[in-house]
């Protein structure tokens, strides 16, 4: 019987060792930005706030590092996460030197629920259910500029006023139309909490609220905000302007910093890598010094996207001539990725992304696609009814959702692109901005007469 048994017990721990299952157990790197120094003197028990880009494997408990140049230099716990920031405090410190804004911190996740899963047959895909809606209210000329935000139980989202609903009833809970919006021809832009505050941008003001009232901080009139909500580093706020402008306001006052001119006309918000302002108009990406606004560098590659990532030190650049990649400290072209011109990437299209590891996903016209940035190879495309240009895909546990001008939202596979589901009710008649949060998907609609109605909805869906 010993032998036998001896057989058994190998023959288990041989499965174990070799069984896929384990081998999802892996572990990345991910980086981030120190925005702010919230309270201490930079060594132990000092509060920062953590800018996490396109990040979202972090949760409360985490552990993680501060860098300065090669050197580490503290260790962190985070506190809290909420959207794209996260709140930690210093555990260690190495008093090599002080934690300030501006370092990076890293950190080793495990990513097996993150990952995008190995295919795997479903028996049966749980379709979305609803929830509530809220309306009507008017979000006339470029609908696709609002999108809802999700913070702390409260959806916030403009239209030619601002509202804060909570997120599982939709029940109003403050809503702002003051006149400080009157003048604007557009709807009011994505909002954005940054300590403890809502800012908005609209045609021709920017402002900041408080975010459990509505109460108005400070409005500050500027030049015309086409989209993108403004981003944040070391109270500091920045957001561009058509008219050729990124521009830099102090967080707390709104008070003007700088104005850098860009060659062209600039249709999205900048973004913020190692204490570095990254925009992009139509001909040119330009590296600029936060402080300052000073050039650092600039490089003529004809953008067309809404969102730039950052992956592995490089900017990921949908352009005319294809996907380019640049290093983020020189500028220079890594590599350069050329795909059929049905794609999409041409003149006056601006594309939307998603990052996921190493998976990148775009809207293209009327598809959604993946491209693995390591090899640069199309993992999938995925064909849908509508245009999808003006619906920012987003990801959740796996999954992939965006809307359509068909009135349409779509689920789809991360891993193989395949559609589980698509959602609409009988008046929706265009999808634009998405948001997910704890299982619920959040979405701006049009009602009634397709492209030429003004009666905005935001629905709330149960997915799986």
Known sequence: MKPIKAYILFTIITFLILSPVYVASKTKTISGTITAVEGGNGSVG?????????????????????????????????????????????????????VT?????????????????????????KEPTFLWRFGRFNIANVPE??????????IYFGSSELYALNSMTGKQCWKFDKDVFESSIFPINSPMVYSNTLYVCNSFSICAFNIDTGYLFWAKQTEQVYDGPPVFI??????????QG???RDARSGSLLWRYKTYESI?????IFDS?????DQEQVYCLNSKTGSLIWKKKVKPRTEEVVNYKNTLIIPCVEGLFCLDKDSGEIVKQQRYPSN???????????????????????????????????????????????????????????????DGYVYALDAYSGKILWRYTEENIKEVYGLCVENSILYFICVEGLKHTSVDGWLYAIKIQ
Do not use: C, Q
């Open 46 to 98: 000092t509060t920062i706030t953590i800018n996490l880009g396109s990040n979202n494997n972090l949760k409360k408990g985490d552990l993680g590092w501060v860098s300065k140049g090669d050197e580490n230099i503290a260790y962190i716990k985070i506190l809290s996460v909420e959207n794209n920031s996260a709140i930690a405090i210093v555990t260690t410190h190495e008093h090599v030197a002080k």
């Open 276 to 280: 570095k302002v990254y925009g992009w």
């Open 101 to 125: 804004s501006g370092l990076r911190i890293s950190f080793k996740v495990d990513v097996k629920e993150e990952i995008i899963p190995e295919k795997k047959t479903v028996s049966k895909i």
């Open 246 to 248: 990124i521009i830099a």
């Open 145 to 154: 500029t609002v999108k809802p935000l999700f913070s702390n139980g409260t």
């Open 267 to 271: 249709y999205n918000a900048p973004i």
């Open 343 to 405: 794609f999409g990437f041409g003149d006056f299209f601006r594309a939307h992304s998603v990052i996921n590891g190493s998976n990148v996903f775009y809207n293209i016209e009327s598809s959604l696609i993946s491209i693995n940035l390591d090899s640069g190879r199309v993992n999938w495309e995925a064909k849908l009814e509508g245009s999808t240009r003006f619906s920012a895909p987003v990801l959740s546990k796996g999954r992939v959702y965006i809307g359509d001008n």
């Open 234 to 243: 070391d109270n500091m706020l920045f957001y561009s302007v058509i008219h």
